[in-house]
């Protein structure tokens, strides 16, 4: 009798114990959780200085930082084709036109609601300024607008570049810029 | 000797035979239900931020795209939180003197991480990965609902294995164009309905049926 007592009283201890949730939250960091070991709190550690990661040599100094003998550069480190120019549409929709707005003439939703007002991207001397400016601007920040070093690929800071360029252009155009497949629509009367 | 039991009993063995049927089933149903209802599964319940960030004013009133602050969303696992530098972007320049924004100052000066609490939280034996579903047209909307429309977040799903397997058995149901999945008021047009556009999608970006335990227990 004893036994059987025994017995049914241990597997209600295990059954009670079957509802703890080790598997559930398992001692191990996922990325950006906290951390009582560290002094700073975070899991996730900072890259110690000197370090760098496969395949992320930075060994292209034009391409890292946008400049050639000191000065800005006036090319661009990679060929710039469409898909260039489409991958920097799109990040530059994310990253810009919330205070540039869609043009760039610099009357985004954020200015509108009471940050400063940048200069128009579609001025003389931001039409005359080399690619390596904007791809410093956006490295390095400029008066009160952050960098974006830290959110947005070298290789995009580039795409985005190439597109403001676009924009420049297109702000900018005449009819006879238009190629000649293309003025036919134009002339035609809006629908 | 007398009869261990009296007669009687023969009718109450028959009857705990059904009663105890009963009170299984009853007891598995609860369960099963206890496990849909929001005290459980926390759907449409907020939880108290250190700030409390609203979704429905920098998404809906402000047109910021998801990407400007889940950054990663679209390359890794992970979509990630923004740091406390992305809300500095625009905070060291407007609403410089609102009460609210003091956790997110100090935490700038003092050089501390938001604790931000999860919201939504998968059993460590769980994988989940954004980047796939992005890449393959799940829009965040499907997922999370309408997070334009949330002044405090909160899940919209159970996040319950069973949710996760209704979409695997039949993607085509939910598909979106890539472009769209940001897009939070996205609908197939007439035109077009959600089954031919489906069936579409699946073909164009193979989409696969992952059913298989180790897709998401590995």
Request: glycine share 6%; aromatic share 8%.
């Amino acid at each position: 009798m004893r036994a059987i007592f025994l017995i049914l009283g241990l597997s209600l201890v295990g059954v009670l114990a079957s509802c703890r949730q080790d598997m559930h939250d398992q001692p191990k960091y996922k990325p950006q959780s906290g951390s009582s070991f560290f002094a700073d709190g975070r899991s996730n550690r900072p890259v110690l200085a000197g370090t760098v990661a496969r395949g992320r040599l930075q060994d292209d100094a034009l391409l890292v930082t946008g400049k050639e003998n000191g000065e800005f550069s006036k090319v661009f480190p990679f060929p710039v084709d469409a898909a260039v120019l489409e991958r920097g549409r799109s990040r530059y929709g994310i990253f810009c036109a919330p205070c540039h707005d869609a043009s760039g003439a610099g009357n985004g939703m954020i200015v509108q609601r009471g940050m400063k007002q940048p200069l128009s991207f579609h001025i003389d001397r931001l039409r005359d300024s080399p690619p390596g400016y904007f791809f410093d601007v956006m490295t390095n920040g400029f008066g009160v607008m952050y960098d974006y070093s830290d959110r947005i690929e070298i290789e995009d800071r580039w795409a985005i570049t190439a597109y403001i360029r676009v924009l420049q252009k297109a702000q900018n155009a005449k009819f006879a810029d238009v190629p000649a497949d293309k003025k036919e629509t134009l002339l035609q009367p809006p629908k | 000797m007398t009869q261990l039991f009296h007669k009687s009993f023969n009718t109450l063995s028959k009857a705990s035979i059904v009663l105890g049927g009963l009170v299984a089933g009853l007891t598995v149903t609860t369960v099963l239900f206890a496990n849909r209802t929001p005290y459980i599964s926390l759907v449409d319940v907020s939880r108290e931020q250190p700030v409390p960030f609203s979704h429905k004013h920098h998404v809906g009133g402000l047109g910021i795209d998801c990407r400007y602050c889940h950054t990663s969303v679209e390359t890794s696992a992970q979509a990630s939180l923004p740091s406390t530098k992305t809300c500095m972007t625009c905070h060291s320049s407007i609403w410089t003197n609102a009460a609210m924004l003091e956790p997110v100052r100090q935490s700038y000066m003092n050089d501390r991480s938001l604790e931000w609490l999860k919201v939504h939280d998968l059993p460590d034996f769980a994988y989940f990965n954004h980047s796939i579903h992005i890449k393959k047209g799940v829009g965040c909307q499907t997922c999370h609902g309408q997070v334009d429309q949330m002044p405090l977040m909160m899940r919209k799903n159970t996040l319950n294995m069973e949710w996760c397997l209704s979409c695997h058995r039949e993607p085509e149901k939910f598909l979106r164009p890539r472009e769209e999945v940001f897009n939070m008021n996205w609908k197939p047009s007439h035109e077009k309905p959600q089954a031919q556009l489906g069936a579409e999608l699946v073909e164009s970006y193979q989409v696969q049926k992952l059913t298989n335990c180790a897709t998401c227990h590995r």
